[in-house]
């Protein structure tokens, strides 16, 4: 069975400095990965994805993450926080596998992004 | 471009009692899932439908029910509901039932099991 795991309920960071947002995935087949950030009485949005290719990619809003298949990881990152990047943010996971589609998402990190 | 849409926004209901929740999926899209979000939790599966066909279901029990409609909005029907079912109900739209689309999530309909 797939799953994944974001280790951190919360993070926290000064604006201005680098932040990343740290996934790892369990799958028996090829993953196909995403990050979503969700904002107050809002649904999921879309930030970027992992398919295949280059291992690191770039998304929405200046974020981007690394793929890395060794230590089955997709940690989200920002190179500047800016305090609106505060947000709720999931990991998700789809098993390459063809059949039946079901996709897992983590739990979820807070991102607390001060002034 | 018109976004995903659900309806309604809020919604009590009693223990037991039957529900029906509304979505209306991203212009071009043909394909849409259906999660439930409980309070501090990731979104769960419940199903996907396909062109008006289940074509992928999570570990819910046959009581959450679904159907797409010909211009791709969709319903989500729980009977006899719990108190767990309790949770913000979240649909999402694709342009593929392909594993890599991505989805574009619709605000949500937040149903409180009294």
Known sequence: ?115 | ETGVTQSPTHLIKTRGQQVTLRCSSQSGHNTVSWYQQALGQGPQFIFQYYREEENGRGNFPPRFSGLQFPNYSSELNVNALELDDSALYLCASSSASGNYNEQFFGPGTRLTVL
Not at chain 1, 65 to 86: C, G, I, Y
Request: proline share 6%.
């Open chain 1, 1 to 115: 069975a797939q799953s994944v795991a974001q280790p951190e309920d919360q993070v926290n960071v000064a604006e201005g400095n680098p932040l990343t947002v740290k996934c790892t995935y369990s799958v028996s087949g090829n993953p196909y990965l995403f990050w979503y950030v969700q904002y107050p009485n809002r649904g999921l949005q879309f930030l970027l994805k992992y398919i295949t290719g280059d291992n690191l990619v770039k998304g929405s809003y200046g974020f981007e993450a690394e793929f890395n298949k060794s230590q089955t990881s997709f940690h989200l990152k920002k190179p500047s926080a800016l305090v609106s990047d505060s947000a709720l943010y999931f990991c998700a996971v789809r098993d390459m596998r063809g059949g039946s589609y079901i996709p897992t998402f983590g739990r979820g990190t807070s991102l607390i992004v001060h002034p």
